[in-house]
């Protein structure tokens, strides 16, 4: 556990964040899915219409519960709870033993550390997570559909070609009825400007569940005892 601890602190934090600490890469793989090597996307039926199925989607989802597991690229594993609140509110609540905690307010992205007494703070926008959390990004607009063996999957890589630095994130879509938009969020693939990745899956989605906004407030670990 220190050591999937330490490498949260130092190679991955699950929203692809630039600074100090190593950008933390997020991918979460869809159950069964495999992203195939890239082609034209010309070979995938109408490419277009899915890039816009799948934005549709994200920004149908007004809150949203689930499980994650975050696995770093030795294989470790931690797991937790995400919650999303538009517009660009998150929450990774992870399981206990773990004294980090990753919050957005929907302006910035926040990583407490309780264990040690640090915090850090990005601009929603300097992160691959951006695509997902930041309202005014335009996701269509950077995205690429890449070929996927399941016909039911959709996969958008999103990387901003002017911002190199903000790192490349790969959504991983789920046709489901049930979900906004009729696809559901299942995994991600984020890729900071280094190439550092972190696994993330998501499972147990709930959607449009009540969230206070108290859910994205933290204690700052500086002025008071460790605790959350």
């Not at 979460?28 to 899915?33: R, S, V």
């Not at 309202?135 to 990387?159: E, I, M, Y």
């Not at 900071?192 to 998501?202: A, F, G, M, P």
Request: charged fraction near 20%; aromatic fraction near 6%; proline fraction near 7%.
């Amino acid at each position: 556990m220190n050591k999937m601890i330490q490498s949260i602190r130092m190679t991955a934090k699950p929203l692809g964040l630039k600074g100090p600490v190593a950008a933390l890469s997020l991918a979460l793989g869809t159950t069964g899915a495999v992203i195939a090597p890239l082609a034209p996307l010309a070979a995938q039926a109408s490419p277009s219409s899915d890039v816009d199925r799948a934005v549709t989607a994200l920004r149908s989802v007004s809150t949203l519960r689930a499980n994650f597991v975050q696995t770093d690229r030795s294989g470790q594993s931690v797991s937790g709870v995400l919650t999303l609140k538009r517009p660009g509110k998150i929450r990774f609540q992870y399981q206990k033993g773990v004294p980090l905690l990753i919050v957005g307010d929907g302006k910035a992205l926040t990583m407490i550390d309780y264990e040690v007494r640090q915090v850090q703070r990005w601009p929603i926008r300097n992160s691959p997570l951006g695509a997902l959390l930041d309202p005014s990004k335009d996701v269509a607009r950077f995205a690429k559909q890449l070929p996927t063996n399941d016909r039911d999957v959709v996969s958008l890589q999103v990387r901003d070609p002017k911002h190199p630095e903000y790192g490349t994130i790969t959504m991983i879509f789920v046709r489901n009825g049930a979900a906004p938009g009729g696809l559901q969020l299942d995994s991600w693939v984020a890729l900071d400007s280094q190439n550092k990745r972190t696994t993330v899956r998501l499972s147990g989605h709930q959607y449009g569940v009540a969230v206070d906004d108290k859910t994205f407030r933290w204690t700052d670990p500086r002025r008071t005892a460790p605790g959350r």
